[in-house]
């Protein structure tokens, strides 16, 4: 399948923290971040408080994590609560493009050679997932959405509850002021006041959500791990995994993209929250992950380098919601009074637009 050399902005995020927002090179990262996520749907942005080295730490915490027999995995499941928090365990979720006409339509009109790995059989994906919240202000209020709200799961087996929250709680806080800064950097790029996204999002259940592929039994070439798909909240934001097979679609170009986050650097993608309130400026950004030349190359070198660990595909994903209680719905100053996008995109609490995406996917009954 053919891929391209298009290349993502790169945002600096430390100049809009050193210099403020009414800085001329502040501000030109401003329009860049915000022209990044109309034109491409991501970026790749620069926060030197976001450190390797404990990324490192969490990709050895959460192999071994994801190692343990499906019996250990599947005490720390919580399906009632819509797997919102703890582990999914592997073939659960769906990927909605399958069997959503709009979505199959996309698909339909890319060049065949930038097309995804096909999922018309709408097969769940071979991954597991683990949801934790990283230390947030409760809200003060009783929110509609107490199950999109739930407490964390913390491992039963010992050797991972010792060090739980201080691994998960320290990498999710990095990647969490790193993803709303991103979205301050946003909004005054896209003509808003800077804490506009910031103040929907507080108390908002943002979940670090590392998504494990074992590659012992899905490490054929062409294998889908996480078939054609958008994310559900407003922004996503990733860090460098140990093995290659992400590829996104840029909105402009229609392009297959393969992904690779530089060290020092992390992705912010759009999702679908941030897609409704502004009514279809921005766009979700369309990605897969799946087993390419690049990552069996990578699976044959880990073997050699470190023939003791387990050969697992960490994701370092963390997903940025709105507040489960805010009012979705298109902001004037970015969509116009169209109304087309007040017929596209419905007004209606957020809570609830996850909950129809959690149904679409498997995951809420």
């Known amino acids: 399948m053919a891929t391209t050399a298009t290349t993502l902005p790169i945002v600096d995020l430390d100049v809009f923290r050193a210099r403020g927002e009414n800085d001329a090179a502040a501000l030109a990262e401003c329009a860049k ?112 959405f107490p199950g999109l709200n739930a407490e964390n799961v913390v491992p039963r087996d010992p050797r991972f509850a010792a060090v739980w929250h201080d691994v998960l709680g320290r990498w999710g806080s990095s990647m969490k002021n790193a993803v709303e800064g991103v979205a301050e950097m946003a909004a005054v790029g896209l003509g808003l006041p800077r804490s506009t996204f910031t103040d929907a999002g507080k108390y908002g259940p943002h979940l670090l959500a590392p998504t494990a592929s074992d590659l012992r039994k899905y490490g054929e070439k062409d294998t889908i791990l996480a078939g054609f798909h958008t994310d559900l909240n407003f922004l996503t934001i990733h860090a460098a995994s140990r093995y290659p097979g992400l590829h996104i679609w840029a909105r402009n170009t229609g392009k297959r993209i393969p992904v690779a986050v530089p060290r020092g650097h992390l992705l912010v993608q759009a999702g679908k929250q941030l897609e409704h309130l502004s009514g279809g400026r921005v766009k979700a950004g369309f990605h897969e992950v799946v087993v ?26 963390f997903f940025w919601h709105l507040n489960s209680d805010y009012d979705l719905r298109p902001l004037e100053t970015l969509s116009g009074k169209e109304a087309d996008a007040e017929t596209a995109y419905p007004a209606m609490k957020v809570g609830e637009q996850v909950q129809m995406e959690l149904r679409h996917i498997a995951l809420m009954a």
């Open 33 to 144: 971040a915000a022209d990044a996520l109309v034109t491409f749907g991501a970026l790749i942005v620069r926060d030197s408080r976001v450190h390797d080295a404990d990324n490192e730490t969490f990709l050895d915490l959460l192999e071994d994590y994801f190692a343990q027999p499906e019996p250990a995995l599947k005490e720390d499941e919580r399906p009632e609560l819509g797997y919102q928090v703890g582990v999914t365990l592997e073939n659960t979720e769906k990927p909605k493009c399958a069997v959503d006409e709009s979505c199959l339509s996309i698909i339909a009109r890319l060049d065949p050679a930038e097309r995804p790995l096909d999922i018309a059989g709408h097969h769940p994906d071979p991954k597991c997932r683990f949801f934790y919240r990283p230390k947030q202000d409760a809200p003060p209020y009783a929110t509609a």
């Open 292 to 317: 390419n030349e690049r990552t069996i190359s990578t699976i044959e070198r880990r073997k050699q380098e470190h023939p003791d660990r387990p050969l697992i595909r960490i994701s370092s994903t």
